[in-house]
T-cell receptor, first 113, second 114 residues
Framework: AQSVSQHNHHVILSEAASLELGCNYS??????LFWYVQYPGQHLQLLLK??????LVKGIKGFEAEFIKSKFSFNLRKPSVQWSDTAEYFC???????????FGGGTRVLVKP | GAGVSQSPSNKVTEKGKDVELRCDPI?????LYWYRQSLGQGLEFLIY????????KSGLPSDRFSAERTGGSVSTLTIQRTQQEDSAVYLC????????????FGPGTRLTVL
């Protein structure tokens, strides 16, 4: 069975700081990888996704993530955060042969103005 | 265009009652998913429908949970004899049949079992 770990449950940082959220997955086969974000009071939205090709994926709002197959990781980064990036971030995986998403536990990010 | 919609947005029920939660997927999406978001368990897959294929029910936590999808569009998740541990936000998502397509999530139904 596949599983996803997000190491940080809560992150607090100031505006303009850099952000990196860790995500590791456990699955032996080919996977598709996602980062979703849930802003306060809003529903889950896709930030970015990786299926194949360039392991450095760029998403919306200046976010990017790098797939490192040897480390089973898909870390999310943003060079300079804004107060509006305050949200909960979820890493998710599905097996390339399947459809259901397996989510990590989420990381709550608070950006102080 | 319209996104995934869910109703009701909030549901409070008494232990032992049955509840029905509704999901309207994005028009044209053949795949529909139900997930549950709870404090103790995070986001969990419940059930997946794809076209006319048999649904993947592997995530349903007990036989009190069932779901159907009529006409390949609207889906209803039914929880019978609700328990307090069923309290959670129930999320619906839809996508095209392409496995690489994004799953688009609805706003969820917050279920509280008293």
């Amino acid at each position: 069975a596949q599983s996803v770990s997000q190491h940080n449950h809560h992150v607090i940082l100031s505006e303009a700081a850099s952000l990196e959220l860790g995500c590791n997955y456990s699955y032996g086969g080919t996977v598709n990888l996602f980062w979703y974000v849930q802003y306060p009071g809003q529903h889950l939205q896709l930030l970015l996704k990786y299926f194949s090709g360039d392991p450095l994926v760029k998403g919306i709002k200046g976010f990017e993530a790098e797939f490192i197959k040897s480390k089973f990781s898909f870390n999310l980064r943003k060079p300079s955060v804004q107060w509006s990036d305050t949200a909960e971030y979820f890493c998710a995986v599905n097996a390339a042969a399947g459809n259901k998403l397996t989510f990590g536990g989420g990381t709550r990010v608070l950006v102080k103005p | 265009g319209a996104g995934v919609s869910q109703s009701p947005s909030n549901k409070v029920t008494e232990k032992g009652k049955d509840v029905e939660l509704r999901c309207d997927p994005i028009s044209g999406h053949t795949a529909l998913y139900w997930y549950r978001q709870s404090l103790g368990q995070g986001l969990e897959f419940l059930i997946y429908f794809q076209g006319n294929s048999a649904p993947d029910k592997s995530g349903l936590p007990s036989d009190r949970f069932s779901a159907e999808r009529t006409g390949g569009s609207v889906s209803t998740l039914t929880i019978q004899r609700t328990q307090q541990e069923d309290s959670a936000v129930y999320l619906c998502a839809s996508s095209s049949e392409d496995r690489t397509d994004t799953q688009y999530f609805g706003p969820g139904t917050r279920l509280t079992v008293l």
